[in-house]
């Protein structure tokens, strides 16, 4: 990759960042609404009466005949009952309904610019201008100007659609019930009898998209749903559980097929072969990814969420360009449409390591970081959990924080790429509620005395101060995070933790939303190396570093396993961002890199969580032709563990493996 001295790989840009996407988006769709500020959370209007939103729901159920489960449904599904403070959506959708209204966003609503991105591909360091050509709803697709059909059908003014939540859920009723109608089925009591109508209330214009929308509505009838929304509402959706659809009712709604031939993806969703180019150019240059025989070369050990800091359209452009960069599968903000590009036994460039590379499946979700409740839908959400645990059981990865990375978390693969790794999904990526859809969720494994603890902070409720969603240094609107601040001491007033890898000077962390330095995310887990009244310290990056973790709203579980300390008689060990092998290892005509130390060290009496025992690994592969190919496995042993933000990796000779409470 590069950044390394003695990998002769010529190619430029292999998991380096990556260039804007948004300069090939047609005008003609809707541009990203990334001007307003997402809502204020639990503390916003309507948090002293829990209740307001659930009639709201009860009366439009009852005054459109649409059954009250459908109705619930259908919106977690949309919105997961939220409002977003009145924002619109990616596709100018507004209200717990997201009803769209894609002409009036885009006359309102600043997007972003389609200059190019910095060295981490951070959305917040991307320019806002402001649309200066508005589309007629005449070139507007259906599905972008819901809004202005359930004006029609209620009578109720737009402008009060966008911004009521009442009458929003209202006009959301009067679709459904105005679709059932037209499938020609009539507006039963019967939930199992409304899924051609859900399919349609999607907006997809295929079947398996429709499909996977609609199965995935009436999953959540089944399972049922409590929530509390980012206006403070509590909303219940009573369990189903035995509610099985008339699926047949998709054949009424003419929708067409697409064909999901090729592709490496589970049935329950909706997914496309758009293949990424593997083309020579120039006399020793070529792209975008290695031909492989994984899992039977190397294990495939990895799965790299990452977001595209561009829209859709575009990011498929460049996927498909042989001098850009790749990676295995893009899911769509709107639906969670996958659309995959290279085979899971072949080697994307996506996460700026190659050691992760070689041994990892990219996916890449539209979106930016900045602008989560535009981009980071519930259908996405759904549809990539449902990826993941498809890849998971095929190639045996354990569904962990320690396997299933963020780009974030991946580690520079050496000193000099550290600054300029990237920072997606970011802070705002709901980690919580992904492995919830996962079926693993972060719960506790342990009691106080277990040494561990797993980051768990209450989504919603957690909101730290974070800076440069629209500019360096201006403060982000309040907004539910993953993540917790590290700080030197037990008081919200003491420095921030340092990062020597990121800030070689020494001066401390920031706030800003795409500084990694000083934070750590739900899901990750840390041995404990103190305790004082409402905080918890932990060891992170060779320092002891203290968050908040109240008994009344604690934003960490206890928990226990497997923990490295230097081995005896040893003040401190290297850390690695990657485990390559030992030069012994190599084979005539493949060169040795080198075993470079980060410029972290793991000291005496500390301990740090062990993800997995790895050998090391080198993938070498730097001609068009792959008869020289080689994976080079050598007999030193790595731990990979959770050092920092990021995960890191230790020889196994020189350190100790022991229980985390021991």
Not at 280 to 304: C, E, K, M, T, W
Not at 393 to 401: F, K, N, Q, V
Not at 402 to 426: A, F, K, R, Y
Not at 601 to 612: E, M, P
Request: aromatic share 8%.
């Amino acid at each position: 990759m590069p950044g390394s001295a003695t990998d002769p790989r010529p190619v430029p840009g292999r998991g380096r960042a990556r260039r804007t996407a948004g300069a090939v988006a047609s005008a003609a769709l809707l541009l990203p609404l990334l001007g307003a500020a997402p809502s204020a959370g639990a503390t916003g209007p309507g948090a002293s009466d829990g209740s307001r939103l659930q009639r709201a729901f009860d009366t439009a159920a009852a005054e459109y005949h649409v059954p009250l489960s459908v109705l619930l449904g259908v919106s977690y599904l949309q919105s997961r009952w939220d409002a977003h403070g009145g924002a619109a959506s990616v596709t100018g959708g507004y209200g717990p309904m997201h009803l769209t209204d894609a002409r009036t966003a885009l006359g309102r609503v600043p997007h972003h610019s389609e200059g190019s991105e910095d060295a981490r591909g951070d959305a917040a360091r991307t320019a806002l201008r402001p649309v200066t050509k508005v589309p007629d709803d005449s070139v507007l697709p259906d599905r972008l100007k819901t809004l202005t059909r359930a004006a029609r059908l209620t009578g109720i003014p737009a402008e009060r659609l966008r911004g009521d939540g009442a009458a929003n859920v209202a006009g959301g009723a009067a679709l459904l019930a105005a679709t059932q109608k037209e499938l020609g089925e009539p507006l039963s009591e019967d939930p199992a009898e409304w899924y051609g109508a859900v399919a349609l209330f999607s907006g997809a214009d295929d079947t398996a998209t429709a499909a996977a929308y609609a199965n995935d509505v009436y999953a959540v009838i089944r399972s049922g749903e409590r929530r509390t929304t980012d206006a403070g509402q509590l909303m219940v959706l009573a369990a189903r559980p035995g509610l099985a659809p008339d699926a047949a009712q998709l054949g009424l709604t003419g929708l067409r097929h697409v064909s999901a031939a090729g592709t490496e993806c589970p049935s329950s969703v909706s997914c496309e072969w758009v293949p990424a180019p593997y083309e020579q150019f120039g006399s020793d240059d070529y792209g975008n990814h290695d031909l492989g025989d994984r899992p039977a070369s190397q294990r495939i050990r990895y799965i790299v969420v990452h977001d595209t800091e561009g829209r859709w359209d575009g990011v498929l452009n460049l996927v498909q360009d042989p001098t850009y960069v790749s990676w295995n599968y893009t899911l769509r903000s709107t639906d969670g449409h996958i659309a995959q590009h290279v085979k899971a036994k072949d080697v994307a460039w996506h996460a700026g390591n190659w050691y992760v590379n070689a041994e990892s499946i990219g996916l890449e979700h539209e979106g930016f970081l900045a602008s989560p409740d535009a981009w980071y839908t519930e259908a996405m959400y759904r549809s990539s959990a449902r990826l993941v645990k498809y890849l998971a059981g095929t190639y045996r990865i354990p569904l962990d924080r320690q396997h299933i990375l963020g780009h974030d978390t991946v580690p520079g693969p050496t000193t000099s790429t550290i600054p300029g790794m990237h920072t997606d999904p970011g802070p705002f990526w709901d980690w919580r509620h992904y492995f919830e859809l996962l079926d693993h969720p972060f719960e506790p494994t342990a009691g106080k005395n277990g040494g561990l603890v797993t980051i768990r902070p209450d989504y919603a409720a957690n909101q730290p101060q974070y800076t440069g969603c629209s500019g360096s240094g201006t403060p982000c609107p309040a907004h539910g995070s993953s993540e917790v601040r590290l700080y030197s001491q037990p008081d919200t007033a003491s420095p921030l933790i340092k990062d020597i890898g990121l800030r070689p000077d020494g001066s401390a962390s920031t706030i800003d939303v795409n500084d990694t330095g000083s934070r750590a995310e739900t899901g990750q887990q840390f041995a404990v190396a103190d305790r004082q009244g409402d905080w918890t310290a932990i060891w992170y990056l060779g320092q002891k570093a203290w968050f908040q973790n109240p008994g009344k709203r604690p934003t960490a579980v206890d928990a226990a396993g497997v923990v490295v300390t230097p081995r005896a008689g040893v003040d401190s060990v290297p850390v690695y961002g990657r485990a390559y092998p030992e030069a012994a290892a190599y084979p005539a005509g493949v060169p040795a890199q080198s075993v470079s130390p980060l410029p972290y060290q793991l000291l005496a009496g500390q301990k740090y969580v062990v993800g997995d025992e790895v050998p090391g690994e080198y993938y070498y592969s730097v001609t068009f032709t792959t008869d020289s190919h080689r994976v080079v496995v050598g007999k030193d042993l790595y731990y990979e563990i959770q050092f920092g933000h990021r995960v890191a990796f230790v020889r196994a000779a020189d350190v100790r493996v022991t229980l985390s409470g021991s």
